[in-house]
Nanobody, 121 residues
Framework: QVQLVESGGGLVQPGGSLRLSCAAS????????MGWYRQAPGKQRELVASITSGGSTNYADSVKGRFTISRDNAKNTVYLQMNSLKAEDTDVYYCKTNVVKRPGGFEFYYWGQGTQVTVSS
């Protein structure tokens, strides 16, 4: 099984910063693309940022210039540095990772349990 452990959420004032971490573990051949998602009340879960195993990144327009996604392949960990936080960034943030369990195997994806980010004065 693959386990994703998220950390780093919390309460921060507008304009502040937080750094989310998601550590993946398990008997896996390779960890492929990783990403961060969030879901607002009454809305669909949306992509915040993603990163490939090679380091290529993609961001939602709403966070460009403020958030930075990165990964440490040696630790199988993905990070989301969130700066200049706004009230509308308040949400539960979910980590997702794509994995291949054995050479030549199928790709699967797994979700973390989510971490709460609250931006409020």
């Amino acid at each position: 099984q693959v386990q994703l452990v998220e950390s780093g959420g919390g309460l921060v004032q507008p304009g502040g910063s937080l750094r989310l971490s998601c550590a993946a573990s398990g008997s896996i051949f390779s960890f492929n693309a990783m990403g961060w998602y969030r879901q607002a009340p009454g809305k669909q879960r949306e992509l915040v940022a993603s990163i490939t195993s090679g380091g290529s990144t993609n961001y939602a327009d709403s966070v460009k210039g403020r958030f930075t996604i990165s990964r440490d392949n040696a630790k199988n960990t993905v990070y989301l540095q969130m700066n200049s936080l706004k009230a509308e960034d308040t949400d539960v943030y979910y980590c997702k990772t794509n994995v291949v369990k054995r050479p030549g195997g199928f790709e699967f994806y797994y979700w973390g349990q989510g971490t709460q980010v609250t931006v409020s004065s």
